[in-house]
């Protein structure tokens, strides 16, 4: 009952993050990677020892000038440059070759070469854009139909409505951070960010339908006379300790992911990993508690 009574503290500090988040956007906006933008993304190894990564950079200043090198680990390259023919290509190679780039004996491997047109860069977006616009339409109509038997004391819309409010909440934030992250450390979005965002749709929704869900069956067994609010708050106690264990054990795998997964999944274990902790927060602090809101606000029109 306490998260019902305190909700004006929750709503405040969620705004601030959300506020924070659209500003971020707006003056900034998201870093494309090269699904999205176009380009060649090729990730390097040297096993005995890599080139000079300045003398690397000079020689593919000769092929694309505005391409870009930065160390991953201890002995790999990842190189950005705009999308590559296969002439280019094979000149590429020859500069990435350590052979040819320093007096070492060592050569490249070349553990990913990605090279994608601004053609399809474009496609891949507006796929994203409907991907996430269809989920979305999906988790209303599924909302309105599993709670289409409530009506009182919160019409069944108001669930959907609430649901699509913290599911605004759960996106916004990992949108957010990765645009400021994009700003300050260079972090790009791609087609595995848009993926990590379905995710978060999912299970945010899942954990929101659970409270929803308890709050329907009590309020079946609760007497007419009992509050909205007490329910509400019944309900999220009687669902707390499951959703915060089972947010709990899925950011633990997610860390360890982060950790040791490498650089090909950080990024999309890192969105993961604030939207699940995002999802859990709205579900029992924002979604549950707006209802009452809602209710309050309809009770004071009668």
């Not at 190894?45 to 870009?68: C, M, R, T």
């Not at 320093?102 to 860069?121: C, E, R, W, Y």
């Not at 997964?261 to 969105?271: D, I, P, V």
């Amino acid at each position: 009952m306490w998260v019902i009574n305190n909700r004006k503290i929750f709503y405040t500090a969620s705004g601030i993050l959300v506020l924070i988040s659209f500003l971020s956007l707006i003056f900034w906006g998201l870093k494309p990677g090269i699904d999205f933008a176009g380009g060649t993304l090729i990730e390097v190894q040297y096993p005995n020892g890599h080139p000079d990564q300045s003398a690397l950079s000079v020689k593919l200043s000769q092929i694309d000038p505005g391409a870009s090198i930065r160390p991953s680990g201890s002995d790999e390259y990842i190189v950005r440059m705009k999308p590559v023919d296969q002439t280019e290509k094979s000149s590429v190679f020859g500069v990435l070759n350590a052979s040819e780039s320093t007096s070492t004996n060592s050569q490249a491997v070349i553990k990913t070469f990605d090279s994608i047109g601004p053609i399809l860069g474009a496609e891949a977006l507006r796929k994203a854009y409907v991907s996430i616009i269809l989920v979305i339409i999906g988790i209303v109509i599924f909302i309105t139909f599993a709670f289409r038997k409530v009506s009182l004391p919160v019409s069944s819309w108001k669930y959907g409505l609430t649901a699509i409010i913290a599911l605004i909440h759960d996106v916004i934030i990992p949108v957010g951070a990765f645009s400021i992250l994009g700003h300050f450390a260079g972090y790009e979005v791609d087609t595995l960010f848009v993926t990590a965002l379905l995710v978060i749709l999912g299970f945010s929704v899942h954990d929101t339908i659970v409270v929803f869900d308890r709050v329907r069956e009590n309020l079946k067994l609760a007497s007419a006379k009992k509050p909205f609010g007490e329910v509400v708050g019944e309900s999220i106690s009687q669902t707390f300790t499951r959703s915060i264990n089972t947010s709990l054990t899925t950011l633990i795998a997610l860390v360890v992911l982060y950790i040791l997964g490498g650089s090909t999944t950080e990024h999309f274990s890192l969105a993961l990993i604030i939207g699940i902790a995002a999802g859990t927060y709205s579900s029992i602090f924002i979604g549950s508690p707006l209802l009452v809101t809602l209710e309050r606000l309809q009770a004071k029109k009668k």
